[in-house]
């Protein structure tokens, strides 16, 4: 029968050789790769413009006024946590309320109210239900096309410009299905209101985009 001593080299020779390969060579690689690849993805998929960071194409930003388009709604923190210097955290997470409950029926009914009230072009159009929602996360940067089309009227006057203009943005900044099959078309909003701004002058989907879902699939 072997002793302890016996197996504590082995194992220790063991433990170091898969601690190399899967927390050093693996993780390198796949880094390595992530950088050559998909370098804007692997970095945040930051917005930069000029050298100035304008946000993440995956994390949404509020806006409540009347010349920029409106995401889902967001939780927003600003009272739990604070950092090293003492200024106050901005964060957001999920809705806890449940869609039975009395408060979070309030909640609808107030937003409906409010869009309602911002978009009188649309009295007549039933409000998109992911204007008046939470996402899972939160943070959905994304709207579905409908929720975007339901402000269109809005923005333009707001803007100064035609319909037809605002439309235009929009479907620069709208991603199809992925494949052409799964999931939905869906408009980022903070790309939309970039680019209303002029600070985004244009977008195009990356040539890489759906070939980086498959990489991703493949791992």
Request: net charge neutral; glycine share 8%.
């Amino acid at each position: 029968m072997k002793t302890l001593k016996q197996i504590i080299p082995k194992a220790a020779v063991i433990f170091l050789i898969f601690t190399l390969v899967c927390g050093v060579l693996y993780t390198g690689v796949v880094t390595g790769l992530a950088q050559l690849i998909f370098p804007k993805q692997a970095n945040g998929s930051i917005i930069e413009v000029d050298g100035k960071k304008y946000g993440c194409e995956l994390l949404g930003q509020k806006y409540t006024d009347d010349g920029h388009m409106w995401g889902r709604i967001m939780n927003i923190d600003v009272s739990t946590y604070i950092d090293e210097n003492g200024k106050v955290l901005m964060y957001a997470a999920p809705s806890n309320l449940s869609p039975a409950s009395e408060e979070y029926q309030q909640l609808v009914k107030e937003r409906v109210e409010k869009l309602r009230a911002a978009n009188p072009d649309m009295e007549e159009s039933a409000v998109p239900v992911d204007l008046v929602t939470c996402s899972g996360s939160g943070l959905d940067p994304h709207i579905s096309p409908a929720a975007a089309e339901y402000q269109v009227a809005r923005i333009s006057k707001a803007q100064n410009m035609t319909e037809d203009e605002v439309r235009a943005i929009i479907k620069k900044c709208t991603d199809g299905r992925f494949l052409w099959i799964f999931g939905e078309a869906t408009v980022n909003v903070l790309k939309v209101n970039l680019m209303l701004d002029g600070i985004l002058a244009q977008y195009r989907v990356p040539a890489v985009k759906y070939a980086a879902g498959i990489f991703r699939l493949m791992l």
